[in-house]
């Protein structure tokens, strides 16, 4: 019953074609529109990381389902060189720290839940959440 | 597809028509850069009206466009971002330190007049 | 086959049916807001679609007859129940009216029956869902126009907008206060905003944080934000807490916000003539 949507990440281009795709499906679960911004925004940062990092990944959207509430998962993942210290990548201040940095504690914010798995050399998957208000 | 700039006076204006490639707005970087050179223009306009998310690439070049145009002696205005885009840029934590922004082109035109007017 | 012998019987026997409903649903004390004529002219209507729907088998008509009939009664107080009252209660009239058509023929009845009881269930479901819907719409507009009262944007003079803030402001309530100005700045082409705090509950690094937003947002759509009402005390606590209290244009009260908002427009206030060096 949750229909799930793959975006390859490969290059810059592909990151229009994700948060598009994001933005549609918030559109349709029902999102108000600084919502489906909001999303599609962090859905942005998140591919660009895998471009500029991993070189390819993909995006995965689904539906997620909660008691009363209804929300989007996006899961963004790729084999990349994965993440040193994901705690100091949450953490790094308020501003997202020019041309270093991954946008994580940004994304966080524009997002209700984050969850982020990444081993060295082999890969990362970051989960975020996002509920209809 | 490159980014319109026009001539208005002493002013270049661009307006973004969609979105953004991360490669379309490097592209667009270079053509103001070079286009504000030849016509030595005095202010810029970048009209963002119609792109739906501004996020951190997008706004460091914005910055960059804006920093490189000062340093041709002119002036950077960024107009037309939409409330959810603001909203969003908070969030993210890009906020265009440093640049100057208008609500609209009208706007973004009567500041960089004042600007020009104004002494120093 | 059955179904057209169906429809037709029913079509025959309107006007008796319709009344035979219409006193039903007066015994069961229903739509206890509206009048009898009210009630025997939209029983009418109901009648017909539910008609209708049986003999063609589509829904489209009928769901769009639910959500207006449910748009014009769920102001007049008709409630849930009572909707799906009457609807069983046609459900059963017609129903009844078959047994006895068909009394004597127990295998026809049956075969009628079988036409009938699937599509009558769909219907009711279809006007009760539709009803359901139609309310619930209803209630959330209803909250978003209580929210938006409650926080209301100014225009003051041209190009200038006051927002006071009076009470609690929770993360839901600070964020639509965010998304209410942005709009407002960009309706009202404003060029400064006055936000004055005076009445604000609790100032803790949350809101205080959501205000430091808010001038920013503000400021990416070319206005200028001036914050009132903020006692020197609470801004020495949130700097001490670690805000940023350094982009924030702020004035003492009010009256002083929109002075300087004035003066940051060019507004000419009334010059003192009697300077004296």
Known sequence: MAEEVRVAVHSDVDIVVARQTGRKMAARLGFSPTDMTMIATAISELARNIVLYA?????????????????????????????????????????????????????????DEIQIDSQLKVGTVVTVKKWVQ | MPVPILKQGPYLIASIQSALSDADLVQLRHAVVEQVGKFRSRGVIVDVTALDVMDSFACRTLRDIAHMIRLRGAQTVIVGIQPEVAFSMVQLGSTLEGVATALDLEEGLAWLDQRDMEPG | ??????????????????????????????????????????????????????????????????????????????????????????????????????????????????????AANRIANTVAVGFVQERERVIREQQEAIRELSTPVLQVRERLLILPIIGVIDPLRARQLTEQLLRGIRTNRAKVVVIDITGVAAMDSHVANHLVQTVEASRLLGATVIVTGLSPEIAQTLVTIGVDLGKMNTVGDLQGGIEEAERLLGYRVTPNKEEKL
């Open chain 1, 55 to 111: 070189r390819k990944g993909e995006i995965i959207f689904t539906e997620a389902v909660d008691h009363e509430r209804s929300g989007i998962v996006v899961v963004a993942r790729d084999e990349g060189p994965g993440i040193q210290d994901v705690k100091q990548a949450l953490l790094s201040g308020f501003s997202t720290s020019g041309s270093l940095g991954l946008g994580l504690p940004g994304v966080r914010r524009l997002m």
């Open chain 3, 1 to 118: 086959m059955l179904l057209r012998e169906l429809v037709a019987h029913l079509r025959e026997n309107r006007t008796q049916l319709r009344q035979e409903w219409a006193q039903r649903i007066a015994e069961a004390r229903l739509l206890t807001a509206m009048s009898n004529e009210e009630i025997l002219a939209e029983a009418t209507s109901v009648y017909d679609n539910y008609v209708e729907a049986l003999e063609t088998g589509t829904y489209e008509a009928l769901q769009a007859y639910a959500r207006n009939l449910s748009e014009r009664i769920i102001p007049r107080g008709v409630e849930t129940h009572e909707v799906v009252g009457i609807v069983l209660l046609l459900r059963d009239v017609l129903a009844r009216s078959l047994f006895a058509k068909y009394q004597e023929d127990f295998a026809k009845l049956n075969r009628i029956l079988d036409a009938y009881e699937p």
